[in-house]
């Protein structure tokens, strides 16, 4: 009985950390991997590099964009930070 009263606050604590952190971050991580697969053409995303491009091509691992009237780029899909809302 005295292990059990010695553990209990171990167990308290990992549930805790649970639902407090690993939880949100698996919530999140399915999310992202949502959006990224739901990205079509004319989507704007913004890049982990902070840039706003517009998607032009969907690939298997890779995205082509558009990152002005000149320049075109190859990026990979898993460089993607999220979807671009026009806020007006």
Known sequence: MEIISQLL?????????YF??????QKEAKAKVAMIAALKKGDKVITSGGF???IQKVEE???SVKMNDDTTAK?????IAKKFEDEA
Do not use: E, G, N
């Open 61 to 63: 691992h890779f995205l």
């Open 75 to 79: 990026i990979t899909k898993d460089s």
């Open 52 to 54: 706003i491009v517009v």
């Open 9 to 17: 606050p171990f167990v308290f604590l990992i549930a805790i950390m």
């Open 20 to 25: 407090v952190i690993i939880r949100p971050q």
